[in-house]
Nanobody, 124 residues
Framework: QVQLVESGGGLVQAGGSLRLSCAASGRTLSTYSNAWFRQAPGKEREFVVRTDRLNSRTYFADSVKGRFTISRDNAKNTLDLQMNSLKPEDTAVYYC?????????????????WGQGTQVTVSS
């Protein structure tokens, strides 16, 4: 079983950048399909980006495509989310998730393990 801990959230002005990190313990993160989700106040948790265990392909939500990237550091057992050109609508709690499936989609129910989340607030 893997444990996930997110870090790196904070307050940033619109147009700024933040880098979130998901640190895994207990198991190697790259042996799972991984994803980042986010949840804004009063809204459902939504998909941001995912990477499959099968082929390491990466898929982004349209709302973040071209602004967000992910990178994996296998030595540190982490998955980072680099967020650039942030907008107020990116404000949310960001969650790291892991799935035992070779390919996991954008549905939160496909993920077996979750971190506690980290708050990102983008001011206008």
């Amino acid at each position: 079983q893997v444990q996930l801990v997110e870090s790196g959230g904070g307050l940033v002005q619109a147009g700024g950048s933040l880098r979130l990190s998901c640190a895994a313990s207990g198991r190697t993160l790259s042996t799972y399909s991984n994803a980042w989700f986010r949840q804004a106040p009063g809204k459902e948790r939504e998909f941001v980006v995912r990477t499959d265990r099968l082929n390491s392909r990466t898929y982004f939500a349209d709302s973040v495509k071209g602004r967000f990237t992910i990178s994996r550091d296998n030595a540190k057992n982490t998955l980072d989310l680099q967020m650039n050109s942030l907008k107020p609508e990116d404000t949310a709690v960001y969650y790291c998730a892991a799935s035992r499936a070779l390919v996991a989609g954008s549905n939160r129910d496909e993920y077996d393990y979750w971190g506690q989340g980290t708050q990102v607030t983008v001011s206008s």
